[in-house]
């Protein structure tokens, strides 16, 4: 961590002391004395400023040297980006989808040197890494009071193996520590309990930092903490102790002013900023806040904007450090010294307060950004977005019109391609609408068009048909289904669920919805799944649960649910009535992501909303209901019940919070990670020993990434890949969600009859997100998202493309042209000895920093991907595979190039791979015409090089760690 003591830090006169409390001090590397030797320093945005403490601490004249420090300190707003910057980060955090890969490649070493004879303990993480275990709950059980336990028995029970090598970690590292089921999401327990603001280490301070193996890791960045989302394989190396490497980013100074208004969220808010930043195009820029508006912000609606980074394209959405914070962190238990170290530090560093806001050590003037971009508070209105991109913000009162819009749009239009005569058409069903259910029954169901009286709603009353709702307690219930009908609600996700405003909200409008008379229908799966223990703890305590609970919002898990595709199934008729009909269906979740299939794959509508209005659209039961003006349904007497009505004020959610803020209940609740977790971990047993010993298993095998590894680096080969065949064409807009296998996995795919093959039954398949720690279910399902278009494929007579990983062989005979699973013909070009290439179009790689992504394309042999543009943490996981990304230039695509897909393709990189140099695609038609277009090669920095060159990232650190 500390530079080597042979080597004489040029910056050594930097390290200063200060007072870090009462009669006590510390050291640390000063930023103002930095600026005494760089003046440019005291005008950095924050943000930067903790980046370049980073770099002046860890010079050691090797990996981070002056001319790093220099550069740095001399950043320009607007100048060229072709600086590399070495960041160490202090920490590492990991969700389990995430960190079991990660941990089964940290196996995979060991087990490599073992085989070389080497002492296995060489491979260490040399900084503390948490892994949180929050994504593998599913919402099998819901509106019932019996569903946490019931659903996380199930959880156990599916995955007790990944468990188990859970536990081997925990005991084989010494700084590897798991935050067991049960405890809440990655990002809320971050925010909540592994930040410490400030972290010492032989007397030397310096600030909290990190990077995390899922994209919402910057929700840190709400309490001043410099982090962002990374691959896996990325993530591995900063535990090994190499420097995060990113170009120089610009910085958008985002300006906050006003206030707001009555009724206004924040997640409203934040969608409206995602909204406005994606306008502004900051993909892979540094966002900051600041002004009077940013800082009349709580710290909870901070966090959710900074969560929400990825959405807006953003490496960061940074908050600086100010009396909010020091708040925020007496509310959830610090104790009183590490707050009074945190504030001391910061003081010291002229980085405490939120530049532009009354009493800050900075002005908003003194600053260069890049950019600045101005939002009044006052303007923001409730909001939504969808239906498939966060980013896709609608006004509440537009929702049922842009719904309606979209229903017979092409796909190409966001829209549903779907005949505008279907909108209004409902479909009986004699259905077990909800197994696991115990709402009561509500009035008949409401239809479409949302009537606007009494009159209106007796007379639009679907006919009534028998449906058995609970096995156990027979009643009868009118079931009809139609378009835009809401069949899953879900209070859900790290980016509301920690935020108690918008929790006790929920609460409150459920319990005036109740006293009104209101219900939700039974067949809507609602969910309640909290990003940590401590919102049921305050919505119990403020007596609000027992009315979320009568509306079905029942406490499911603590995890990431439905936002991440853990949902669980509807009732089996429910998916019938809808893939037999073709039906646009809705679910509404206070997420952050709702890419096409990743709710649910029948669900094609999802909408992104606030926890108050997932209630009400649960209520309302169909989205074509107009909030804004119609009711949200009957209440007592048959009187109608508008959102007005229910709406909880500003004073109503204030006067709650002082229950959501108590820092002895979240020093309880976390202390049980060191004692008692629960007894369910308490049973899970893991293997002991240095290496691990690879079981049988459908869960874990152990990779692939060092089948050939030696000691001494490879020959460097010409970059070029030659007589390359293409594998897919895409369009726009190509998710990580579309390239990595995620959410349920499907009986005939090649995924799931290879586990069907191996005695797994498909009651026990589990999902993707599960079997990330085994290649053989991931490399089958890599490409394959069952709302993936192919553009090789043709469209059919009325224009639509199939959907699903199909792509066409170009191999020769009876199979040219044959129609078939990517991953089969993967195998039949591997066989072959041919390369592949992927040619996509804008925001490749856009969603969830998903490793498997890379190591899928990777595995399918695949050697480069070309697209119009790549989001950030994609494109630097592709080169950490080895496999080459090239972006096309400006007014250059695959289509306008005519290109179909029986192209033999060459890619000819420049020679040394130079960072972003030009590189050649050479086409060869079918009919022997040749074509050369210019590319940018998309290895951004000379690093990047050198692990391209070594096969990969894993290779490279490994060779490093064994010949040390």
Not at 382 to 399: F, H, M, T, W, Y
Not at 465 to 472: E, L, N, S
Not at 521 to 542: D, F, N, Q, W
Not at 657 to 669: E, L, P, Q, V
Request: proline share 7%; hydrophobic share 40%.
């Amino acid at each position: 961590m500390s530079p080597s003591a042979r080597f004489a830090h040029p910056f050594a006169h930097t390290v200063k002391n200060f007072k870090t409390a009462l009669g006590k001090s510390g050291r640390l590397y000063s930023l103002p004395a930095l600026a005494k030797q760089f003046p440019n320093v005291s005008r950095l945005p924050v943000s930067l400023r903790i980046v370049l403490e980073s770099v002046l601490r860890h010079c050691d004249g090797e990996r981070v040297t002056a001319e790093h420090v220099a550069q740095l300190a001399n950043w320009q707003p607007n100048a060229a980006r072709s600086d590399e910057i070495p960041f160490t980060v202090a920490r590492v955090v990991l969700q389990d989808f995430t960190g079991v890969p990660l941990l089964a490649d940290l196996a995979a070493m060991r087990s490599v040197a073992q085989r070389l004879g080497q002492d296995p303990k060489k491979i260490e993480p040399l900084v503390p890494v948490d892994l949180v275990v929050d994504h593998s709950v599913m919402v099998d059980h819901y509106g019932t009071k019996k569903a946490l336990d019931l659903n996380m028995k199930l959880e156990f029970q599916r995955n007790r193996e990944r468990y188990e090598f859970m536990k081997w970690g925990m005991q084989a590292f010494d700084t590897f520590g798991v935050v067991p089921p049960g405890f809440g999401i990655v990002h809320q327990v971050n925010l909540e309990y592994l930040a410490r603001g400030v972290h010492l280490k032989g007397g030397l301070y310096y600030p909290d930092t990190l990077v995390g193996t899922d994209s919402h890791t910057t929700m840190i960045n709400g309490i001043g903490v410099v982090g962002w989302g990374v691959g896996g394989i990325e993530a591995e190396a900063a535990m090994l102790g190499q420097p995060v490497y990113f170009l120089t980013p610009d910085v958008v100074g985002f300006e906050m002013t006003g206030r707001l208004r009555e009724g206004v969220t924040a997640t409203d808010l934040v969608l409206t900023v995602t909204e406005l930043l994606r306008r502004h195009k900051v993909v892979g820029k540094f966002v900051e806040f600041f002004g009077e508006g940013t800082a009349s912000l709580a710290l909870p609606d901070r966090a959710t904007i900074a969560n929400m980074a990825p959405e807006y394209g953003a490496t960061m959405g940074f908050f600086p450090v100010d009396g909010k914070t020091l708040d925020y962190f007496r509310g959830t238990g610090r104790s009183k010294a590490e707050i009074e170290a945190f504030e001391a530090y910061f003081r010291a560093q002229g980085l405490f307060g939120v530049p532009g806001a009354p009493g800050a050590s900075i002005g908003a003037a003194d600053i260069d950004y890049s950019q600045v971009v101005t939002l009044d508070l006052g303007q923001v209105t409730p909001s939504l977005a969808g239906p498939k991109r966060p980013q896709d913000r609608i006004e509440l009162g537009q929702v049922a019109s842009q719904f309606a819009s979209l229903f017979s749009k092409p796909n190409a239009d966001n829209g549903f391609n779907r005949p505008a005569a279907l909108l209004h058409t409902r479909h009986q069903l004699q259905a077990g609408g909800n197994p696991q259910g115990t709402h009561d029954l509500p009035e008949p169901p409401t239809p479409p068009g949302a009537p606007r009286s009494v009159a209106e709603m007796d007379a639009n009353r679907p006919a009534r048909a028998t449906a058995q709702t609970d096995a156990a307690t027979p009643r009868a219930q009118s079931l009809s289904v139609g378009n835009g009908d809401v069949l899953i609600a879900a209070i859900t996700s790290c980016t509301n669920t920690s935020n108690p405003g918008v929790m006790l909200a929920a609460g409150l409008l459920a319990q005036k919805a109740v006293q009104a008379g209101l219900k939700v229908k039974p067949h809507i799966k609602t969910s309640l799944a909290p990003g940590s223990r401590i919102v049921t703890e305050y919505l119990t305590a403020t007596g609000l649960l027992p009315s979320l609970e009568k509306l079905g919002f029942a406490l499911a898990g603590y995890g990431c649910t439905t936002c991440i595709g853990n949902a669980g199934d509807l009732t089996p008729e429910l998916n019938d009535v809808i893939t037999q009909n073709d039906l646009v269906c809705a679910a509404v979740l206070s997420g952050n992501r709702n890419f096409e299939a990743r709710i649910h794959p029948n669900l094609k509508a999802n909408f992104l909303a606030s926890p108050p209005l997932v209630v009400a659209y649960a209520i309302a039961g169909n989205v074509m209901t107009d909030l804004m003006t119609e009711p949200l349904g009957l209440g007592k007497g048959g009187r109608p019940v508008y959102l007005g009505d229910i709406w909880p004020s500003s004073e109503e959610v204030h006067a709650l919070m002082k229950f959501a803020m108590k820092g002895k209940a979240y020093r309880d609740n976390y202390e049980r990670i060191q004692g008692e977790p629960g007894p369910l971990w308490a049973r899970i047993q893991g293997v002991s020993g240095n290496a691990y010993t690879w079981p049988t298993s459908s869960y874990i095998a152990e990779p692939p990434f060092f089948a050939d590894f030696a000691l001494a680096p490879p020959a460097e080969q010409a970059p070029a890949v030659r007589g390359a065949r293409i594998m897919a064409l895409l369009g726009d807009s190509i998710t990580t969600d579309h390239i990595s296998p995620a959410g349920n996995i499907a009986e005939n795919s090649p995924a799931g009859q290879w586990l069907l093959a191996r005695g797994v039954l498909k009651a026990d398949f589990n999902s993707y997100g599960a079997r990330r720690g085994h290649l053989d279910v991931m490399v089958r399902g890599t490409i394959a998202n069952v709302r993936i278009k192919h553009l090789m494929l043709a469209p059919d007579a009325a224009g639509s493309r199939e959907e699903g990983g199909w792509t066409l062989f170009q191999g020769h005979g009876a199979e040219q042209g044959r129609k078939m699973s990517i991953f089969d013909a993967a195998t039949r070009y591997q066989a072959a000895g041919v390369p592949t290439v992927v040619l996509a179009g804008e925001e490749y790689g856009t969603g969830s920093s998903r490793d498997w992504a890379a190591k899928g394309t990777q595995l399918l042999g695949i050697k480069a991907v070309v697209a119009r543009s790549f989001e950030r943490i994609h494109r630097s996981n592709l080169v950490g595979m080895g496999v080459l990304p090239l972006q096309f230039k400006a007014g250059d695509s695959w289509e306008s190039l005519g290109l179909t897909g029986d192209e033999t393709l060459d890619v000819l990189p420049h020679p040394d791979l130079l960072p972003q140099s030009d590189a050649t695609l050479v086409i060869t038609r079918a009919n022997g015409q040749r074509q050369e277009v210019a590319l940018t090669l998309r290895i951004d920095t000379p690093v990047e090089v050198n692990y391209y060159r070594a096969g990969g990232i894993l290779p490279y650190v490994l060779r490093q760690l064994l010949g040390a």
